[in-house]
């Protein structure tokens, strides 16, 4: 076993582990999918051979060049009428654009589609034998076409509905182009040219026809607007006979003012009538005449003041009372003519108030008596006028009614001869337009054609998607490679980092060790003792702030780097001045003496259990004077048996007293029963975990197996960890530094072992 020596005078920079799960921030997620890939590179290197193979070698056999063969037929917008010598636009260019993909549906029809069959039958074409696929898009209904055998006229009708034979206009030009996609073009040729031959064969025979079948119509709806024509012309002078002339406007004009005027009239009478009704029903209401309360009281004030009795009342009265104010002056009150006075006064004022109320009540009577006189003379005047007033309402209408029946009669007349002559007007037009367009029609036939062809067939494009099928291919593959390595590393639920133990079990991480394989070589030992260090000052500085007399080192399973793990912090321990035992407590599979190459035959753990003195049992290693109780391969099957006997424990208790600490090294908590054992024993247990080895599950199920039995887990120690994931990375790049600079390395007197390294045979193997 080779000796790491340990470096004097360097500055350590002793850091607490981070035991709080950090957030997962979208930075750290897309490293992690990087991360994920690029450890699983072989996949994506593999699965991109394979399917690139297996595809470009598929692509470039099976799939051929595509050949695009184009014929035109050219229908012209606009031509020259040979009898005006003016350009004929036929209704512009919405019309024309439909006239164009009318012509293209015709292209199609099946009509079209029979001739150009029945002209290709002899001819002897592939096409028409295999109907092979001319995409990989028809490759299904091109199949389902050659099990039916059809006719070859359905055979073009599929090859249309595929898209194979397409029939449109071109953009923003004059042409119909008639467009066959085929891996042989002199096929294609022959095909396209025959379906351009046959329409315009059939084009041709239907303008011919269209022209007749036009002719005839417009010859006989000519011979019918004449005769129209004739029949107007009699109406309207058979009409005009009566008042000698066609024009009654004036006529017309004359009446309709006699009628406003008799109109006007009536109107006024009917609102006199209405008011005189209105007056008589009010005066039978009421029978006399209306007099304003105001204009009465008036009335009745004078009537009675003008009395003589009450004047002659009212000069006594005057002069009885300045007579009672002399006598007030001159008499006491007490007199007796004061007081005759007085009542003579009240007496003359009582008889003043009924002789006015008296003549009050006369002058009520009187006016009572004229208003009724006055409101019968009334009502019979109202009624004598109204009488007048509908009597000659009666008359005024029977004159209105015969006007209007006239006035009418003649606007009727008037309106039959202005709709008669309106109507020859537009038959006479429209006659005009159909004798001049059969006019048209008879010059039109010498004209030249509307629809001719353009060009014959000939290929126009060649699309070769093998290519593109290729990059595409290989743009896949390396997608599907890293999906696979992606989806293969998420399914890995081995542990790497401090993170994923922090993030998916939620025990504290004491320290890391770091990989040999991610650290230059000169830089391994330095970087080992000085991550020692750091899970050394870790563990003292957790909880109580002291590091646990006896303490257990064990993992979940095998080849976790635990006896390693043990090792090491044991010498780091002693190194520091502490008096430090190390016990290989792993009776089933014991290590430590061999990879320490402790002396053959010497005592162990056994053998203390037995009943033998510790100190004849103990070895002390020279190197760094750390005490090893070892253990051999004796009694393996009774481990459990031993561990459980009452003076075990008392054993050890016993000998951790001559110590300041005591390492136990245990096999895995979920392979055997006895590292629980051992926990009990202990004061608290460290469970070690392998970085690529480990998986979360594992660590998860042994740290929960210690919590039931209530054992102190003081966190776990993360091995063979890439430096740049470790507690102490920082630290090596200082020393990366420095180890550019130096060439020769100091020596050393602390000897640890390299982190674990896995062997064939499933035992754990190490190097110090």
């Not at 009943?611 to 004849?616: E, L, P, S, V």
Request: aromatic content about 6%; overall charge neutral; proline content about 4%.
């Amino acid at each position: 076993m080779s000796n790491l020596e340990k470096y004097h005078g360097q500055v350590v920079e002793q850091r607490l582990a981070n035991f709080e799960m950090r957030p997962e921030s979208d930075n750290e997620t897309t490293s992690n999918l990087v991360a994920g890939i690029l450890r699983r590179w072989r996949i994506v290197l593999l699965t991109f051979l394979l399917l690139c193979f297996v595809g470009i070698t598929a692509i470039w056999l099976l799939i051929k060049p595509l050949y695009t063969v184009t014929s035109a037929v050219k229908v012209a917008p606009i031509l020259t009428n040979i009898l005006s010598g003016e350009k004929d636009d036929y209704g512009g260019r919405s019309v024309y654009d439909r006239f164009m993909y009318t012509q293209a549906e015709m292209v199609t029809s099946s009509r079209v589609i029979q001739r150009v069959a029945d002209n290709l039958v002899d001819k002897d074409l592939s096409f028409f034998k295999s109907r092979v696929p001319d995409s990989l898009e028809n490759l299904q209904r091109a199949l389902k076409y050659t099990k039916a055998k059809p006719e070859p006229a359905s055979i073009l009708k599929a090859a249309i509905l595929d898209g194979v034979i397409t029939v449109a206009p071109a953009a923003d030009s004059e042409l119909i182009l008639v467009t066959m996609k085929s891996v042989e073009p002199q096929e294609a040729k022959v095909i396209v040219d025959a379906f351009v031959s046959a329409y315009m064969a059939i084009e041709v025979s239907n303008s011919t026809r269209v022209e007749e079948q036009e002719l005839t119509v417009l010859e006989n709806d000519r011979r019918v607007r004449k005769q129209k024509l004739q029949s107007q012309h009699e109406a309207i002078r058979q009409l005009a006979q009566e008042y000698g002339t066609t024009t009654l406007a004036g006529r017309q004009d004359m009446m309709l003012q006699r009628v406003t005027t008799l109109l006007a009239e009536l109107t006024k009478l009917e609102a006199r009538r209405i008011s005189l009704e209105a007056q008589v029903q009010l005066l039978e209401q009421t029978k006399e005449q209306a007099i304003a309360p105001e204009e009465l009281l008036k009335m009745r004030s004078e009537h009675v003041n003008a009395d003589p009795t009450v004047q002659e009342f009212t000069r006594s009265i005057v002069e009885l009372e300045q007579g009672l104010i002399v006598a007030k002056q001159t008499l006491t009150p007490t007199n007796p003519a004061l007081k005759q006075r007085q009542d003579v006064l009240d007496a003359f004022k009582l008889r003043l108030e009924e002789q006015r109320q008296e003549v009050a009540n006369s002058f009520d009577a009187l006016v009572s008596e004229v208003i009724s006189k006055a409101g019968k003379e009334k009502l019979y005047n109202a009624r004598a006028e109204l009488e007048q007033t509908k009597a000659y309402e009666e008359r005024l209408r029977g004159v209105l009614a015969k006007e209007d029946t006239q006035t009418i009669e003649l606007g009727r007349k008037q309106l039959q001869i202005q709709d008669l002559q309106f109507q020859l007007t537009l038959d006479k037009e429209m006659y005009d337009r159909v004798l001049r367009r059969i006019q048209e029609l008879e010059m039109e036939r010498k004209r030249p054609a509307r629809v001719s062809v353009a060009y014959g067939a000939d290929v126009s494009y060649i699309r070769d998607k093998r290519i593109k099928y290729t990059v595409a291919l290989i743009f896949a593959a390396m997608a599907c490679g890293m999906l696979l390595a992606f989806l293969r590393d998420k399914a890995d639920l081995r542990l790497r980092t401090p993170d994923d133990v922090v993030k998916r079990i939620g025990i504290r991480v004491i320290g890391t060790t770091t990989s040999p394989h991610t650290v230059k070589r000169a830089l391994i030992p330095r970087q080992i003792v000085e991550d020692y260090r750091t899970i050394r000052t870790n563990l003292e500085l957790l909880d109580d702030g002291g590091l646990p007399q006896k303490l257990v080192v064990t993992s979940p399973g095998m080849r976790d780097g635990k006896t390693t793990f043990a090792i090491n912090l044991a010498t780091t321990m002693c190194n520091s001045g502490k008096k430090v035992l190390l016990i290989d407590g792993d009776l089933r599979k014991p290590d430590i003496a061999r990879l320490l190459n402790l002396p053959s035959g010497s005592g162990g753990l056994q053998d203390l259990l037995f009943g033998k003195q510790f100190d004849q049992l103990v070895y002390q290693v020279p190197s760094t004077g750390l005490d090893v109780l070892a253990a051999d391969s004796r009694n393996v099957a009774d481990a459990y048996v031993l561990l459980e006997l009452p003076q075990t424990a008392h054993n050890i208790d016993t000998v951790s007293q001559k110590y300041d600490h005591v390492i136990i090294d245990t096999p895995p908590v979920l392979s055997f029963p006895d590292a629980l054992v051992w926990a009990k024993i202990a004061d608290a247990v460290i469970l070690t975990s392998l970085a690529g080895q480990t998986t979360a599950p594992d660590l998860k199920e042994a740290k929960e197996k210690l919590a039931q039995i209530n054992v102190r887990v003081l966190g776990t120690v993360l091995s063979n960890v890439p430096v740049t994931h470790t507690y102490y990375r920082y630290r090596y790049h200082y020393y990366s530094q420095d180890g550019q600079r130096s060439k020769k390395p100091r020596q050393a007197d602390t000897k640890l072992m390299l982190p674990l390294q896995s062997s064939g045979d499933g035992s754990e193997s190490a190097s110090s």
